[in-house]
């Protein structure tokens, strides 16, 4: 009976650091996003920032289910008006605004990394091709949000319009950044085995 309780006890110790260190690792990437969000170069109405990256990272270390709490959680503090958005701006003004849809393409973009990558594995090809496809879902919603909120303000925006503005300018600068998260998470998921 001794040795029963023990066991037990030392599965739930277990548990319980299992739990602290998931939710250590989610909060630290959800600080990573918003690091690299304030890396920013100012391309026209849709700023260049390292938040993909960061998103990219997250969700190919930390796997589907954790990688969207991560960004979740980022979406989250800048809704309440913490400053982690790009420009160290936040608010629900900010989600609204021209740019918000990419935000919230972000929790689709770890979904699609996420998803990928645990049920073909994190190999090289399948971490790019994972990459690229949550970065369309994420161009999708920001170009489709950034439509809307310009149409909405009078404008008058066609779709070739928002694409020179929200894709094209990106595709170089986002197909390096996929570059080097395919290889940071190639290289840190052997070394951090992070579980997922």
Known sequence: MDHAENKQEVSQRTRSRKMLLDMIHIALFAAIIAVCSQIQLPLGPVPFTLQTLGVFVAA?????????????????????????????????????????????????????VGLMTQLLGQKIWVLAVSMVAGLALCYVFGTAWFLVVMNATGTGMDLATALSYCVIPFLIPDAAKIAVSTILVNRLGKILKLSR
């Open 60 to 112: 190919g270390l930390l796997g589907m289910k954790k990688g969207v709490l991560s960004v979740l959680i980022y979406v989250l503090l800048g809704a309440v008006g913490l400053p982690v958005y790009a420009g160290f701006s936040g608010g629900f003004s900010t989600l609204t605004g021209p740019t918000g849809g990419y935000i919230i393409g972000f929790l689709f973009t770890a979904l699609a």
